[in-house]
């Protein structure tokens, strides 16, 4: 798509098909200036009445603010970590067609009664190489796989940022082999966070990976370093994504 061009794409959600238009918002004439896509959508149509059935919590945190503070204010509203709700887009085989699909606040409550008791490492592994639990049943099944896919697009993709070379080493092991290894490793734990944001996961090689579940350093997110119980420190080496955070 040229710069300033829109076309009309479709979205795939839950059985239903929208449309909505994509437009380049770029309009520079420098070449160096990254593009940037919005998605446009009728604020009463279909898909904006779709969106706002799923994700009402969200809504209404977001209209209790707006009516609590000055008219004025119209600063950027941050969902709190516990009551976050993410629209994951997908592509297709088809061209301007993507899957959307709404995780909201109930398919978290249904994956942290599902992951209740587990260890940290297990859960990693399901997601990473996707363990199907049998025996729960089929609707909560499908809430558990949407919070796994979207957890595994981002690990994959974090991989692909960093071309399989691991944070903490710097290392590539499988590259000489012709294969790819790598994981990714979730700095506040899933478990007890639920958190697969990008900035909570890590690229790591398997021997580092299983270090750090077995010893459980901390992470000082200000120096991006892991310190160890004993007194060993491991700095990240290279880092493209993650945020420090102060404090
Ligand atoms: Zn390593
Ligand atoms: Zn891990």
Request: proline share 2%; aromatic share 10%; net charge positive.
């Amino acid at each position: 798509m040229q710069r300033g061009e829109s076309k009309i794409i479709h979205f795939f959600m839950n059985r239903k098909t929208y449309d909505a238009k994509i437009v380049n918002v770029n309009n520079s004439v420098e070449k160096r200036k990254k593009d940037a896509y919005q998605i446009r959508y009728t604020r009463n149509g279909d898909l904006s009445q779709a969106l706002q059935q799923y994700f009402f919590k969200t809504m209404n945190y977001i209209r209790a603010i707006r009516e609590s503070r000055d008219l004025k204010d119209r600063s950027y509203i941050k969902m709190p970590e516990g009551l976050k709700e993410y629209l994951a887009i997908y592509t297709t085989e088809y061209e301007d067609t993507f899957l959307l699909e709404p995780i909201a606040q109930d398919d978290f409550q249904v994956m942290k009664k599902a992951i209740q008791g587990m260890k940290e490492r297990s859960v990693e592994n399901e997601i990473e190489y996707e363990i199907e639990d049998k025996n729960s049943g089929i609707e909560k099944r499908l809430q558990i796989v949407k919070i796994r896919k979207l957890n595994r697009k981002i690990g994959e993709n974090l991989k692909l940022l960093y071309g399989y070379r691991y944070q903490i080493c710097g290392r590539v092991i499988g590259e000489k082999y012709g294969s790819r290894i790598a994981e990714a490793h979730h700095i506040d734990y899933f478990v007890n966070s639920l958190n697969n944001d990008a900035n909570n996961q890590m690229i790591v090689c398997p021997n580092h990976h299983s270090v750090i579940h077995d010893a459980n350093p901390v992470f000082d997110w200000k120096s991006m370093i892991y310190k160890f119980n004993n007194g060993c420190e491991e700095k990240i080496r290279i880092n493209k994504h993650l945020m420090r955070k102060n404090g």
